[in-house]
C-alpha cells in the first residue's frame, strides 16, 4: 500500500502552497502550547519543495515557536488551572508533568533547551516554567537556541542534502513510512505494558 508516497507528494503540494509559510508559523505558534504536532512535519516538505527559502524557513518556525512558547508559558503563569491543567489531562501527562517539574528543580534552565531540542513534547515545558514562574529571559534565551538549533538542523539537513536525498526518500517514503509506524507502535507497546 503506497499511502505515504501519496500524502509525500500531497505534502510538497502543499508545501508550494503561497500561504504555507503561514500555515508553518501557525503550526510552530501552536505546537509550543497545546498542539500535539510538531512543525518538522511541515518545515521538511517545504525546505525540500522550496530550498532557495531553507534558512527562511527555519527562522520562521524557530521565531514563531518560542513565541508559542512565552504562550504556552503565560497559561502556566497565568491559567494554569482554567487551560494548563486541563491540557495535561487531555494529553494524559500527569506524570510527564510531575517528572518535568523534578527536572527543573534538578536542572533548571537548561531543561527547557534540552526540550526545545529534542522531540520531548515541548509544550509541556512551556506551561511548567510558567507554573514555576522560571524567569523570563533565561527561558527565552533557551528556547530560541534549542528550537532553532532544532529547526536549523532539519532545514540544514534537506538543503544539503538536495536533490538526491529528494530522489531517495521519494523512491523510499512507503518503506520508511511503514518502518516508522512500526516502530512507534512497538515503543508504545513496550512503554504501555513494561512492568
Known amino acids: 500500500m503506497r499511502v505515504f508516497s501519496w500524502a509525500y507528494r500531497k505534502a510538497l503540494d502543499w508545501a508550494n502552497h503561497h500561504r504555507a509559510p503561514r500555515y508553518l508559523a501557525l503550526l510552530s505558534f501552536t505546537e509550543s502550547s497545546f498542539f500535539p504536532i510538531p512543525p518538522d512535519v511541515m518545515l ?3 525546505v ?3 530550498r532557495h527559502r531553507a534558512w527562511y524557513f527555519a527562522t520562521l518556525t524557530t521565531v514563531t515557536s518560542v513565541l508559542g512558547g512565552l504562550f504556552g508559558y503565560a497559561i502556566g503563569l497565568f491559567l494554569f488551572e482554567e487551560v494548563g ?3 495535561i ?4 501527562a500527569q506524570e510527564k508533568f510531575v517528572t518535568v517539574k523534578n527536572w ?4 533548571g534552565v537548561w531543561v527547557v533547551f534540552l526540550a526545545g531540542f529534542t522531540p520531548i513534547p515541548y509544550k509541556l515545558f512551556t506551561v511548567t516554567s510558567g507554573v514555576l514562574a522560571l524567569a523570563v529571559l533565561p527561558f527565552t534565551l533557551a528556547s530560541l537556541v534549542g528550537r532553532g538549533a532544532r529547526f ?10 538536495g536533490e538526491r536525498f529528494s530522489r531517495f526518500l521519494h523512491r523510499r517514503v512507503d518503506q520508511i513510512g511503514w518502518a516508522v509506524l512500526g516502530i512507534a507502535v512497538a515503543a508504545f507497546l513496550v512503554l504501555r505494558y513494561w512492568n
Open 104 to 107: 527543573f528543580n534538578d536542572y
Open 89 to 92: 489531562d487531555m494529553y494524559h
Open 44 to 46: 521538511a516538505p517545504m
Open 48 to 50: 525540500l519543495a522550496q
Open 85 to 87: 491543567r486541563p491540557l
Open 152 to 161: 536549523f538542523l532539519v532545514a540544514g539537513l534537506l538543503y544539503w542534502g
